[in-house]
T-cell receptor
Framework: GQSLEQPSEVTAVEGAIVQINCTYQTSGFYGLSWYQQHDGGAPTFLSYNALDGLEETGRFSSFLSRSDSYGYLLLQELQMKDSASYFCAVKYFNKFYFGSGTKLNVKP | NAGVMQNPRHLVRRRGQEARLRCSPMKGHSHVYWYRQLPEEGLKFMVYLQKENIIDESGMPKERFSAEFPKEGPSILRIQQVVRGDSAAYFC?????????????FGPGTRLTVL
């Protein structure tokens, strides 16, 4: 199967910038997606990179480098409500593969 | 436009009973995916369906589990003779196109507890 690795947990303070990395061992996928999931909630789509480079959506940006098998999600001006789990995901043929998730703790 | 709907939100079953989970995709979406999530873990792909067709069920156990997406009505994930290890959150997601490469829309999930 496809493998995506993320740090299990990250802690940052309100107002700071945090980067959540995702490394993968697959090829031929369409692109890299990011989802946010609050405790007890449904995953919600944040960002998608079809091509290498940086995609910016408000306070969130996502980056992909296929040559390095690497991507990241960048969250700026952290807010308490950003405390959640963040998952990277790729689609390979008919299946979506998700990383195990990074729990982000935002402290005041 | 209503989002993806799942019911029930919580389901308690005793070992050996059947669990039936329902998912209504977003209006206009004909592609449904089912995932399973254990606490503190990521989402594990189970099955991908289009209307009246199972496209890929390679992530679903061969025994006791089945899924359908009939022409009319919601998609159903059925677990027969449940065991404690089936306790998990089950999410469905829908997308409008065959690629759906970037974005899936998730339902609120069904939390299954097997006693």
């Amino acid at each position: 199967g496809q493998s995506l690795e993320q740090p299990s947990e990250v802690t940052a303070v309100e107002g700071a910038i945090v980067q959540i990395n995702c490394t993968y061992q697959t090829s031929g996928f369409y692109g890299l997606s990011w989802y946010q999931q609050h405790d007890g909630g449904a995953p919600t789509f944040l960002s998608y990179n079809a091509l290498d480079g940086l995609e910016e959506t408000g306070r969130f940006s996502s980056f992909l480098s296929r040559s390095d098998s690497y991507g990241y999600l960048l969250l700026q001006e952290l807010q308490m409500k950003d405390s959640a789990s963040y998952f990277c995901a790729v689609k390979y043929f008919n299946k979506f593969y998700f990383g195990s998730g990074t729990k982000l703790n935002v402290k005041p | 436009n209503a989002g993806v709907m799942q019911n029930p939100r919580h389901l308690v079953r005793r070992r050996g009973q059947e669990a039936r989970l329902r998912c209504s995709p977003m209006k206009g979406h004909s592609h449904v995916y089912w995932y399973r999530q254990l606490p503190e873990e990521g989402l594990k792909f189970m099955v991908y369906l289009q209307k009246e067709n199972i496209i890929d069920e390679s992530g679903m156990p061969k025994e006791r589990f089945s899924a359908e997406f009939p022409k009319e009505g919601p998609s159903i994930l059925r677990i027969q003779q449940v065991v404690r290890g089936d306790s998990a959150a089950y999410f469905c997601a829908s997308s409008p196109t065959t690629s759906g490469v970037g974005e899936q829309f998730f339902g609120p999930g069904t939390r299954l507890t097997v006693l």
